[in-house]
Every structure is written in C-alpha cells, then in structure tokens.
C-alpha cells in the first residue's frame, strides 16, 4: 500500500482520504453504539426472568471460583451465558436497519424474481428477528431455544444473522461476542441486581432507524460474592 496525495492505492482500487475519513468514523459509531446497548439488553432480558438470572450467576460461580480466573478462552464454557446473549441479541438488535445491496450491472433473481442491476436491495433485519415464519413464539424470551429445546426445533436458526451475511459481514463480530461475554461474567460473578420495573419495564421498546434510539436502563446493584448460590 502507497500514498499518493490524499489518495491511497490498494492493488486492486484506489481509497481516497474522504472515504478513508468515512469509514473511520463508521468504525468509531459501529463501537460507540452498539456494545453498550448489547450488554444493556442481555442484563435487561435476564432481569425480567429471576429464574434466568439466578441460573445465569450459578453457571459463572460453578465455573469459576475467582473473578482473576475470567479471562476471554475460559468464557466460552459458559453455554446458558451464550444462549442468553443469542437471545438478547434477536430479541433487542444493536443495528435495527436494512443492510443495503447494490444488484450487479448484469441484474439476478432474487426468490423468482428478476432484479434489474443498479438497484439497492435489503432485508430489514428487526422483521426477520421478529417473524413467526423463522421462530416459534418469536417475542417470547427463553434461552433454551438455544440449549437444544425440543419445544423449539422447529425454529430457522440460519435466518440469525445479527452481524449480517456476505464480504460486508460485521468486522469486529467476534471481538463483540468475547467482549461482551467477559464484562457480563466479570459483573454478574460480582453482583446481584434487580430490575428498576417501574422506569425500565418497557426498555426494549425503542424506536430508530439504523440504531434503536437509546434510553436509560436503570437497576438496582447489589455486591454479592455469590456464596450461597
Ligand atoms: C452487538 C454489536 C454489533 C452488532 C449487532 C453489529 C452488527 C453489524 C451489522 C449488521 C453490520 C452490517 C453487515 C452487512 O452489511 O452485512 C455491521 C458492520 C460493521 N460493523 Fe458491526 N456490529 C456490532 C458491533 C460492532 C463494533 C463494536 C464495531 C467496531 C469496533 C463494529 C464495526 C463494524 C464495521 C466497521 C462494519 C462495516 C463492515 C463493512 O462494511 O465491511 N461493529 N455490524
């Protein structure tokens, strides 16, 4: 890669700095927006269900024993954990909108139906999280649609594609997941909390376009070593 100018050639293409600019700050709004709001959701999610939530700090505090011992390899372990951030993430998506795709010059079909080239084509990612075509009972929140329930084989679990599909696929996927997995443990190891209903009850329901919009998520903390569990 060289410079030349403002420009900077690639091998096969030229960026020039506006574009460059461009992009760095979509990766700066992608980070911003989006992690935050997705732990938000899963702690949101598992306070609505005090059976969840207890289940959820009993696999941290049977796993491990010391906070020290929760580093990035050792989360994956945690199977309820990963089933309730799955589920989070289709119930309360970071990034609501339709991801856009230019049909090529030369058109194609799509579902039987011939698209001429040029045209911006997408799917509304919410509507596909929420459609009882792809999921059983598509707003209820239960983890154990992800740990193999029967009750939900039935569910298309191909049409879960949080972080888009194709070349243009979420590039910090999964940095996201580790990341998210590690400051959920590191809390919930730490604390028990409780939902604040009478502020937060309807958190979920956000509107927006690309992003939902934000709103505060309020809960009370509780320091708890999780002797007892
Ligand atoms: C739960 C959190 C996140 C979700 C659900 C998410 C979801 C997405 C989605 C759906 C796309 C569009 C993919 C497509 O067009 O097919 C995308 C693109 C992108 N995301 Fe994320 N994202 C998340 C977190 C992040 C974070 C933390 C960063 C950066 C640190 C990031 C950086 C990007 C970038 C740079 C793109 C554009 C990729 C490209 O066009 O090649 N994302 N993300």
């Known amino acids: 890669m060289g410079t030349t100018d403002n420009r ?26 989006t992690l935050p709001d997705y732990i938000g959701s899963v702690i949101y999610y598992m306070l609505q269900s005090p059976e969840h939530f207890a289940r959820l700090r009993k696999e941290i505090h049977t796993v491990f024993t010391v906070s020290e011992d929760i580093l990035a390899e050792a989360v994956q372990n945690l199977k309820f954990l990963k089933a309730c951030m799955n589920k989070s993430l289709r ?9 856009p795709r230019r049909v090529p010059a030369c058109g194609v079909y799509i579902c039987g139906q011939f698209v001429k080239g040029g045209t911006t084509v997408g ?12 999921w059983k009972s598509p ?25 888009g599909v194709g070349p243009r696929i979420c590039v910090a996927r999964n940095l996201v997941i580790i990341k998210a997995s590690l400051i959920l443990a590191r809390i919930l190891f730490d604390f028990d909390m409780e939902l604040e209903l009478s502020s937060s009850h309807d958190w979920p329901k956000r509107n927006g376009h690309l992003v939902p919009n934000k ?15």
Not at 8 to 33: M, P
Not at 123 to 134: K, L, P, Q, T, V
Not at 150 to 163: G, H, I, S, V
């Open 91 to 99: 119930m309360a998506l970071p990034f609501i909108g339709t991801l």
């Open 139 to 163: 707003e209820v929140f239960c983890p154990d649609r992800w740990m193999d329930d029967p009750k939900y084989e039935d569910d298309t679990r191909e049409a879960f594609y949080p972080f």
């Open 215 to 229: 709103r505060p998520l309020f809960i009370r903390v509780k320091a708890d070593t999780g002797e007892g569990i």
């Open 8 to 33: 900077v050639d690639l091998e096969d293409g030229i960026i020039d700095s506006d574009t460059i600019k461009r992009n760095a700050l979509i990766v700066i709004l992608s980070g911003i927006e």
């Open 123 to 134: 799917i509304h990612n919410w509507s596909i999280m929420y459609s009882g075509r792809f």
